[in-house]
């Protein structure tokens, strides 16, 4: 999955990554915040983990996306 949400961001998957994958119902609960660490720092491993992470993305993308602001807050330190 390498699609931007900002049309700016680039994604280097190879920093932090975490095992810690959420399930559907953790995702459709989760704040803009939560899905941006998740979208930023998960890196999947099988087809299951590629779909929570399509997932994500698209209910990060319904939350207004990766904004300049939330990047920043997050950073690139982890999950």
């Not at 119902?25 to 704040?31: I, N, P, Q, S």
């Not at 660490?37 to 399509?54: G, M, S, T, V």
């Not at 602001?69 to 999950?79: D, E, F, M």
Request: net charge positive.
């Amino acid at each position: 999955m390498t699609a931007s949400l900002s049309g700016c961001e680039h994604r280097d998957r190879s920093r932090t990554i975490s095992d810690k994958f959420p399930t559907s119902a953790e995702v459709e609960k989760a704040d803009a915040e939560q899905l941006a660490r998740w979208y930023r720092f998960l890196l999947p491993k099988d087809a299951a983990q590629e779909r929570i992470l399509e997932k994500i993305s698209a209910a990060l993308k319904a939350k207004g996306g990766m904004t300049p602001a939330l990047s920043r807050k997050i950073g690139y330190g982890g999950v």
